[in-house]
């Protein structure tokens, strides 16, 4: 990881020059999550300028970035970043909160995040996610390999959601992903077993063979509703 990232830094800085103003580790390789089979390597870049023939410059660079099976790199200039925060409060929270400068100063710690559209956003991407797992159900084949798949790729994202509907209620936030699920379990009621059978999974702490796929699916299902519903009932409420 460190090799791919020292790499990454010198291409940018090669390619952009004195338009570079920062590069951002992000995510899990940030929180200590990282799981090499499962993880993302997110980069959030700072540019001076972002038009078009800035962008272009970066184009060889991001093409070998994305062969190396990472994420394409957000790309904002500092004041784009500043006016996307209200929209953005989820994942700016998590990157203020979390995150590793590879180039440029700290900009993040005095970087605002307001909060005052945190709670919606958090229902909607719930009610969102909610509905994109539904319909990866509908259209996926009967297949027990493709439905753990389904799992596995939006069991994390589920996760930072639970953490932020947590700090929506005013409720203490979960330092991971396992403690986001143990929390609004036992503040929801909903039955978190599928939720820690994949994250056990994802972790080599269990074998695809050892997992029930369409039991487990069905009460990774009912668990996403239940927290869904309940986050939207004791939101509106407030």
């Given at each position: 990881?460190?090799?791919?990232?020292?790499?990454?830094?010198q291409?940018?800085?090669t390619?952009a020059?004195?338009?570079?103003?920062?590069i951002?580790?992000?995510?899990?390789?940030?929180t200590?999550e990282?799981?090499a089979?499962?993880s993302d390597l997110n980069?959030?870049?700072?540019l001076e300028r972002?038009g078009?023939?800035?962008?272009?410059?970066?184009?060889?660079?991001?093409?070998?970035?994305?062969?190396q099976?990472?994420p394409?790199?957000?790309v904002f200039?500092l004041?784009?970043?500043?006016?996307?925060a209200?929209?953005?409060?989820?994942?700016?929270?998590?990157i203020?909160?979390?995150?590793?400068?590879?180039y440029?100063n700290d900009?993040?710690?005095a970087?605002?995040v307001p909060l005052?559209?945190?709670r919606?956003?958090?229902?909607?991407?719930l009610?969102?996610?909610?509905l994109?797992?539904r319909?990866?159900?509908?259209?996926?084949?009967?297949?027990n390999k493709?439905?753990l798949g389904?799992?596995l790729d939006s069991?994390?994202t589920?996760?930072?959601?639970?953490?932020h509907?947590?700090?929506a209620?005013d409720?203490?936030m979960?330092a991971?992903?396992?403690?986001?699920?143990?929390?609004?379990?036992?503040l929801t009621?909903a039955n978190?077993?599928?939720?820690?059978a994949i994250l056990d999974?994802?972790?080599?702490k269990r074998?695809?063979g050892e997992?029930?796929?369409e039991?487990?699916?069905q009460?990774y299902l009912?668990?996403v509703?239940?927290v869904?519903?309940?986050?939207?009932r004791r939101?509106?409420v407030r």
């Open positions: 990881m460190e090799s791919k990232l020292t790499e990454l830094v291409k940018l800085n390619a020059g004195d338009n570079l103003r920062a951002v580790l992000f995510g899990s390789a940030a200590g990282f799981l089979a499962h980069i959030l870049c700072i972002a078009a023939a800035e962008l272009e410059n970066l184009h060889d660079v991001t093409s070998w970035w994305v062969r099976r990472n394409v790199p957000l200039t004041e784009e970043l500043r006016r996307s209200d929209i953005f409060a989820i994942e700016l929270f998590d203020q909160q979390s995150h590793r400068m590879l440029g900009f993040l710690a970087f605002e005052h559209l945190h919606l956003q958090v229902e909607r991407e009610r969102t996610g909610w994109r797992l319909q990866a159900i509908l259209t996926a084949p009967h297949d493709v439905l389904i799992m069991i994390s589920f996760c930072t959601l639970f953490r509907a947590l700090l209620m409720q203490p979960a991971s992903k396992r403690e986001a699920v143990e929390q609004v379990a036992v009621g978190p077993s599928a939720f820690q999974l994802r972790e080599g074998k695809h997992i029930d796929v039991a487990t699916l009460t009912e668990f509703e239940v869904t519903d309940e986050v939207d939101l509106e």
